[in-house]
């Protein structure tokens, strides 16, 4: 446990004040008995491990849970992989290939956390959380566990409809493929990636939702936004709908680059853009 530790080194856009305290409980028990003690205490709990997140510069009061300990990987029977919450979306897809087990492939890329993954319903153009997911297992705010079967949760763009709680595992259901075709999926898929996106720059991922039919990243480019900067913040020149951390940027500068570039896309192609970045913390 940490007291007043900066939040940046957990996000990926290396932003954030402080968290009144950091923990990291070692196992699914250990969860169990901090949302008990935080409830019986009334003090807040925020998991980081999201990557489309942005934390403000005044800190998050309460705790702040990482899961970073709970990493393990299981495999189940007909082709599931069971994650725990805290493993990384790039380390599950290591193994699925490891294993020759196709399905995970549209994730590539994707930095996060399952369990963060899941929260969000974090997707690309190939597919989404909701493709692969099979159940998910959550400690509920009274501290129990709770395992739900992916039809009884709603998925919808980017979020998925879960009771409170903390997502500590995830069931994916994948199905048996040959490793070399899975590899080059993934392969092609990370070079796509890496020519149109800053993915060696400090950023949350897309800041805006697509509309229909479109992409937010195209209106940026044609509202003449790119590159545009407000302190170290900066619209990426590569893609419109990432905003990257050129060294220090504050929180403050990223929302008042987000209010930037809205205006102008409303302005210039009368889209009014919505934030598929989460906003959390103190300003
Ligand atoms: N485009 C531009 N200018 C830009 C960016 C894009 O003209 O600055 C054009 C591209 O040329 C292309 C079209 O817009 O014709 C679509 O671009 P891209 O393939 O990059 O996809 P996207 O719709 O911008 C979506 C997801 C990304 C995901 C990519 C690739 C959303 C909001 N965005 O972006 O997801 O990585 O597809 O699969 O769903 C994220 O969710 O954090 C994210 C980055």
């Known amino acids: 446990m940490s007291f007043h530790a900066p939040?940046?080194?957990?996000?990926?856009?290396?932003?954030?004040?402080?968290?009144?305290?950091?923990?990291?409980?070692a196992d699914v028990e250990d969860v169990?008995?901090?949302?008990?003690?935080?409830?019986?205490?009334?003090?807040?709990?925020?998991?980081?491990?999201?990557?489309?997140?942005?934390?403000?510069?005044?800190?998050?009061?309460?705790?702040?849970?990482?899961?970073?300990?709970?990493?393990?990987?299981?495999?189940?029977?007909?082709?599931?992989?069971?994650?725990?919450?805290?493993?990384?979306?790039p380390t599950l897809i290591g193994h699925a290939i490891r294993r020759s087990l196709a399905g995970l492939e549209w994730a590539a890329g994707i930095p996060g956390t399952v369990g963060g993954c899941v929260v969000m319903n974090a997707g690309t153009r190939l597919g989404e959380m909701k493709d692969s997911v099979k159940g998910v297992r959550l400690v509920t705010i009274n501290g129990d566990v709770k395992d739900l079967p992916a039809a009884a949760i709603p998925f919808t763009y980017r979020r998925a409809k879960l009771p409170k709680g903390i997502v500590v595992g995830v069931w994916l259901q994948l199905r048996k493929g040959v490793r070399a075709e899975i590899e080059k999926v993934v392969k092609d898929y990370l070079h796509y990636r890496k020519d149109t996106q800053p993915l060696t720059m400090p950023s949350a991922g897309c800041v805006f939702k697509n509309p229909p039919q479109d992409s937010a990243g195209r209106l940026?480019?044609?509202?003449?936004?790119?590159?545009?900067?407000?302190?170290?913040?900066?619209?990426?020149?590569?893609?419109?709908?990432?905003?990257?951390?050129?060294?220090?940027?504050?929180?403050?500068?990223?929302?008042?680059?987000?209010?930037?570039?809205?205006?102008?896309?409303?302005?210039?192609?009368?889209?009014?853009?919505?934030?598929?970045?989460?906003?959390?913390?103190?300003?």
């Open 220 to 283: 940026v480019e044609f509202s003449g936004l790119k590159g545009a900067r407000v302190g170290d913040a900066e619209v990426s020149t590569k893609h419109g709908n990432f905003i990257v951390n050129k060294g220090q940027a504050k929180a403050a500068d990223v929302v008042a680059l987000i209010q930037k570039v809205r205006r102008a896309v409303k302005q210039k192609a009368g889209v009014r853009l919505e934030l598929e970045l989460k906003i959390v913390g103190e300003a």
């Open 32 to 89: 169990r008995k901090l949302v008990r003690q935080a409830r019986a205490g009334r003090i807040p709990l925020f998991v980081v491990g999201g990557t489309n997140l942005l934390i403000r510069d005044g800190g998050i009061r309460g705790i702040v849970v990482s899961l970073a300990q709970l990493r393990a990987i299981k495999e189940e029977a007909g082709d599931v992989l069971y994650a725990e919450g805290g493993v990384g979306m």
């Open 7 to 25: 939040l940046g080194p957990f996000t990926s856009f290396k932003i954030g004040g402080p968290a009144d305290a950091i923990v990291e409980p």
